[in-house]
């Protein structure tokens, strides 16, 4: 007779699942004792071929069985993985996950809610509206925390006009990221504006690449883009060109970008909103994360001004992927992206006071991501989150200042954030991207690059709060070590 594999949830669910995690852990192990550094050498076509060596047949006739199956599989992906828990994969804003979020995430798939109906997601629907009324809070300050279990207007969640509030409530509406939580920035501004008037989009220089193709998505006017003369938007050239555009017009800041982990002189820009009438949208995917912390917070001063801000956790917030957020001042304005499907959200259903989950998101199947965070928050409180904030803006200095006392190393700038920039002294920007190609396919050091003021720089993303000074000066020694003399 044929036996059913077992499933994850249940009362029965945890007994089939703890010997496979105990095979999942052994072959975590396992393949990162492998590889042996920060990422597999050899370059895509030995990782590749190693991989299909090691799978096999992926689809045989019969199954090999999980345990099998876990050990093989696991085992080739850590084997070839860049780890971010590595310090010396420091590429990108891919965080290395804490663990205790990891392990909620596991909790989050074996119940495995759908957050597109209260029926699917009793209490994840509910652990959602706490976490997002926390985020919006923490980003917007004032007013009272949004709470999304009763909604006061069922005709505003259905996409209808809503009432203008005196005192705006916050609100918050998860995302897979930075991207996604943009698009539904420039989205929102588009439906805020006068019917038949298209917004104009302003960016600056230094802006991050998914506006742009939100504006294209959106059918919206080409973006003009704003000079950023040294990494940040330029004020003055902002003020001439929302002089200059017609109609409604949305501005698009930056806290973090990605090449520098620069910040926009956010109150002035807001104030040059104000003047012009213009509609601000702040991009903190990256620097969000400093909210956390009492002494890096002020430099996002001028954040709550914003009418919309992007949010990024699995950046800045040692959350798996994904984690993000999109915080809006005012929770009227996310009725326009309410949606009815009678099998998800009938009138009768929400009248009678079944919660509409349906237009807090452009998407219809959701995992429950805010699990992770809220657990994270729970475990470490705000002291936790600020140590660990307080731990890489550290390092990343000491880097910098490592750079900087080198006799053969040009430091672009001091950081702002966790990111450091720098070249080797003389190198051309041929010599710069062929050091970082040969790092990655020795798998010695994960590296990202960056062009600022017309040159090519090796870019040091520093997120992992476990990476010493020593981590830091091999780091440096690696890259020494492959500059032609």
Not at 50 to 64: K, N
Request: charged content about 20%.
């Amino acid at each position: 007779m044929r036996s059913t594999p077992p499933l994850a949830g249940g009362t029965q669910g945890p007994d089939a699942l703890r010997p496979l995690l105990t095979t999942v852990l052994d072959a975590l192990h396992k393949g990162a004792a492998h590889r042996g550094g920060p990422l597999p050498a050899g370059g895509p076509e030995a990782v590749t071929a190693q991989l299909h060596h090691d799978v096999g047949e992926l689809l045989p006739t019969h199954g090999t069985g999980p345990e099998e199956a876990l050990r093989t599989l696991v085992t080739a992906l850590a084997e070839g993985a860049a780890d971010p828990a590595d310090p010396l994969c420091a590429a990108h804003l891919h965080c290395p996950p804490l663990a205790v979020a990891t392990a909620a995430d596991l909790a989050a798939s074996a119940l495995n809610p759908s957050m597109d109906s209260w029926d699917q997601a009793p209490a994840a629907s509910a652990l959602e509206a706490l976490v997002t009324a926390t985020l919006a809070h923490e980003v917007y300050g004032a007013g009272t925390p949004a709470s999304h279990e009763q909604p006061a207007d069922t005709h505003a969640a259905r996409g209808q006009a809503a009432p203008t509030l005196a005192h705006p409530t916050p609100d918050a509406l998860v995302t897979t990221g930075g991207t996604e939580a943009n698009q539904l920035a420039v989205l929102l501004a588009r439906e805020a504006a006068p019917p038949g008037e298209p917004v104009h989009l302003l960016v600056g220089a230094n802006a991050h690449h998914s506006l742009a193709r939100a504006a294209w998505l959106l059918g919206l006017p080409e973006p003009v883009t704003v000079p950023a003369p040294a990494g940040t938007l330029d004020p003055a050239a902002l003020d001439e060109a929302l002089t200059a555009l017609p109609g409604p017009k949305l501005v698009a800041a930056t806290a973090g970008t990605t090449d520098a982990g620069l910040i926009d002189p956010l109150p002035e820009i807001a104030d040059i909103c104000q003047r012009h009438g213009a509609r601000l949208h702040i991009d903190a995917a990256y620097g969000a994360g400093a909210l956390f912390s009492p002494r890096e917070a002020p430099k996002l001063n001028g954040l709550a001004r914003a009418h919309t801000v992007a949010l990024d956790l699995h950046k800045l917030g040692w959350q798996p992927v994904a984690a993000g957020i999109l915080a809006v001042r005012d929770t009227a304005e996310t009725a326009a992206l309410g949606h009815q499907a009678d099998y998800l959200n009938a009138d009768d259903d929400t009248e009678a006071g079944l919660p509409d989950l349906l237009g807090r998101s452009l998407r219809t199947t959701r995992r429950p991501d805010v699990l992770k965070t809220a657990v994270t928050f729970k475990a470490l409180g705000r002291t936790g989150l600020a140590a660990l904030v307080d731990d890489v803006t550290a390092l990343a200095h000491h880097l910098a200042q490592l750079i900087d006392a080198h006799p053969h190393f040009e430091l672009y700038d001091t950081p702002t954030l966790t990111t450091v920039l720098f070249r080797p002294t003389g190198a051309t920007d041929e010599t710069i991207a062929a050091i970082r190609r040969a790092l990655l396919t020795e798998g010695r050091a994960v590296l990202g690059r960056a062009r600022m003021d017309g040159k090519l720089h090796l870019k040091a993303t520093l997120l992992n709060p476990h990476a010493t000074p020593e981590d830091l000066t091999a780091l440096l020694d690696l890259v020494e070590g492959h500059t032609p003399r």
